[in-house]
């Protein structure tokens, strides 16, 4: 789980700009309680999704590393909403 921090500045494009890295570092930082709460539940998910985005980051395909990020942005979000009873 602490290469996801990473992966994530890497896939948007964030690295190279120091303003979206501290946004995406401030978000994360704020997710930490829930992410800790919910790390079993959301563990094996979330390694498969990040297991989908390389794949397809290492074969090139950019659609469907795109997709694969979307899809786990989404899951991520609706389990958040669910947490916060939303």
Known sequence: MALAPAVSRKTVGFEGNPILVSLLGTIRGSMQAWIAKTVSAR???SIKDHKKILGALRAGDREKARAAMRAHIRSS???LRR???Q
């Open 83 to 85: 947490y916060l009873g």
């Open 77 to 79: 979000s609706a389990d």
């Open 43 to 45: 563990a094996d998910r």
